[in-house]
């Protein structure tokens, strides 16, 4: 490639200061923002820059394009690593992404993250752990690994299973994902400003502070459906399997449907996921989560399913993943137990 042609490429992510702000822009529309391993380590550096710098006040995450903020990290590579490459690339992804995803969690001034649009998986990351978490009436937050043959991760497990009842749990074997109001009520969002009023609201924070101008612009989000539920969702997802669960949802038409998207997962995903869950309630803090959902992850490395959830979702897109085991009675205790050892 030439130096003129180099000089033509796009930034993965873009920076910029104005005012008070420093802005992280993530900047692949045409993937929706997917994070690369490029992009963790850039966006890494410029906090750790700007935690120091006195005249930056406030952290802001944006999303390029209109699709929206980061719809995961960038599965194709991992895809890539497992086949043809011996994970090591993966492993050195993970760990420094965890990393991340503690740091903006303790980051020391205000870190505001606009979750417009898709917002999934590492995009959660990013912006799930953020002190002002901004939705609007076109989010879509959510935890979508178990399609793929993968489990939560990125601190996805600890915001699951700290939320209300059972809904974590539904949310994270269904892959399900939240609008705005369910969303905050989950714990994963703090506050609804409708998108038109976006735009006031970033150039407020130039010179304003930052919370009181979030709060400012902050609205009752439209109703959402996890809350009515719950009258259904916390006694199924309170069985102590995944058998037990589909055995519950399938005796109350409410949740039947549910069951079926369920059953449809991998096996060993599922299973390994409540698991995860359970544990991640007991822990004591977002690190000690992020640290179990790395063993979890380096485990997923050498599965079958994982290789296989991806090739089915995003590389043939056939949408017909051939899981290894087939059924849940094949996933025994030991294997679960497997992905837990560090």
């Excluded at 993937?31 to 963790?40: E, F, P």
């Excluded at 917002?119 to 690994?145: F, I, N, Q, W, Y």
């Excluded at 549910?258 to 698991?275: F, R």
């Excluded at 290789?307 to 087939?326: F, L, N, S, T, Y």
Aim: charged share 25%; net charge negative; glycine share 10%.
């Amino acid at each position: 490639m030439s130096a003129e042609a180099a000089s033509d490429v796009e930034p993965e992510v873009e920076f910029e200061r104005r005012g008070r702000v420093a802005e992280i822009a993530l900047n692949r529309p045409r993937a929706i923002n997917a994070l690369t391993y490029g992009m963790v380590t850039a966006i890494r550096a410029a906090l750790e820059e700007w935690a120091d710098d006195d005249t930056v006040h406030t952290v802001l995450l944006t999303g390029r394009g209109e699709r929206g903020l980061c719809a995961g990290g960038d599965i194709v590579s991992l895809y890539r690593d497992m086949v043809s490459g011996d994970g090591i690339a993966s492993a050195e992804f993970w760990r420094d992404e965890y990393e991340l995803n503690a740091y903006i969690a303790r980051y020391p001034k205000p870190f505001v993250a606009i979750m417009e649009g898709v917002t999934l998986g590492g995009g959660v990351g990013l912006s799930g752990h953020a002190s002002l978490r901004v939705v609007t009436e076109r989010s879509k937050v959510g935890m979508p690994e178990t399609t793929i043959g993968f489990t939560p991760d990125v601190g996805g497990t600890w915001l699951l299973s700290h939320a209300p009842g059972e809904l974590g749990t539904y949310l994270g074997l269904t892959g399900g994902s939240m609008g705005a109001a369910d969303a905050i009520l989950t714990g994963f969002a703090d506050h609804f400003v409708p998108s038109d009023r976006l735009g006031a609201l970033i150039t407020e924070l130039e010179t304003g502070d930052a919370r009181a101008v979030v709060e400012r612009h902050a609205q009752p989000a439209p109703p959402g459906e996890l809350a009515a539920a719950r009258a259904w969702v916390d006694p199924a997802f309170s069985a102590p399997t995944v058998a037990d669960i589909l055995d519950r949802l399938r005796s109350d038409e409410r949740g039947r449907a549910t069951a079926e998207v369920i059953a449809a997962k991998s096996p060993t995903a599922v299973s390994v996921t409540l698991e995860a869950l359970r544990r991640a309630a007991n822990l004591p803090s977002l690190e000690a989560a992020l640290a179990q959902e790395l063993s979890v992850s380096l485990h997923s490395l050498s599965s079958h399913d994982f290789r296989e959830g991806i090739r089915a979702q995003v590389i043939d897109k056939d949408r017909q993943p051939k899981w290894q085991p087939a059924t849940l009675n094949e996933v025994d205790a030991l294997t679960i137990a497997t992905y837990f050892e560090g």
